[in-house]
């Protein structure tokens, strides 16, 4: 049944209760009607029709009602369960991001302490090789002008030795032979060489 017809059916059996009161009322009164008199006729008639009232409405009115209001509470609960659901999710979700981020600011971190170190290591690193590369070239250096005072050495010694030939050949007014010549040089070095030492 619905509203509008369970509406028309209480007014019917309303109406129908109040003229059958007012024309009881008639007969035996023959006074004009009054609905609002105290008479024990219309207490009668009006609880006769509170529960006509009663028993409609609870047969068809409150089971709709009553469904009607379960189904709204149970639309707040299931709304009220998928709140709290979401609020769980969404805490879940929080609590992963920050664990995320906190991952990502360690990972940052050991990065840029890994960057420094390794600067550290590499400028280490240069400047042994850079130390190493200049007692090398130190070295090299100490070589060549030990090589080239060497060679000094002997080109002074070779001219000395052909000078004090040629200033003995004079002194003696005569030609040396070849054999003569060598042996007078290497005279010569081994005292420019003993000289030297003695010098030294």
Known sequence: MSGSQFCRTIGLAIGLLAVGSLSAAEQAHEQPPNIFAGTIGNSIVTLIIFALVVVILGK?????????????????????????????????VLEQYTRQLEQARAEAAA??????????????????????????????????????AEAAKKEVYDVAAELAVDVAARVIRKELSPQDHKQLVEESLARMRAAETRLN
């Open 60 to 92: 068809y009115a409150w089971p709709l009602v009553l469904h009607g209001l379960n189904e709204r509470e149970r639309r707040i609960r299931d709304a009220l369960e998928d709140a709290r659901r979401e609020r769980e999710e969404a805490e879940r």
């Open 111 to 148: 990065i840029v302490d890994r960057g420094r170190r390794n600067a550290s290591e590499a400028s280490r690193r240069i400047q042994d090789e850079a130390r190493q590369e200049a007692a090398a070239m130190i070295e090299r250096a100490r070589r060549e002008i030990q090589a080239a």
